[in-house]
């Protein structure tokens, strides 16, 4: 688990398939705790692809292409509040 707000976060379990669900790659595991079979979207585990953006920014960055328009509509919408 690679997710770094997950509770599980930096845990390793062993992988019992690997599919789509719920619109989204996903990995399927056996909690430890409660024995039930889990799942967790693929992106928040080791076993997802190195994310190209990340790979390229190299660190040098916190916003991704994607969130800056959302960032930017918010920066406006309190900027009309204040005036």
Same mark, same amino acid.
């Given at each position: 688990?690679?997710?770094p707000?997950?509770?599980l976060?930096?845990h390793?379990?062993?992988?019992l398939s690997?599919?789509?669900?719920w619109?989204e =790659? ?7 705790q ?7 979207p693929?992106?928040?585990t ?6 190209p ?9 916190m916003l991704?292409? =994607?969130?800056?328009?959302?960032l ?8 009309? =509040?204040?005036?």
């Open positions: 688990m690679t997710h707000f997950h509770p976060s930096g390793s379990f062993p992988l690997q599919s789509r669900a619109g =790659e996903r990995v399927f595991f056996t909690d430890p409660t024995h039930q079979v889990r799942s967790l693929l992106a928040w080791s076993l997802a692809p190195p994310d953006f990340l790979v390229v920014a190299a660190g040098r960055t991704r292409f =994607e969130d800056i328009g959302p930017n509509q918010l920066l406006k919408t309190h900027q009309k =509040e204040d005036h």
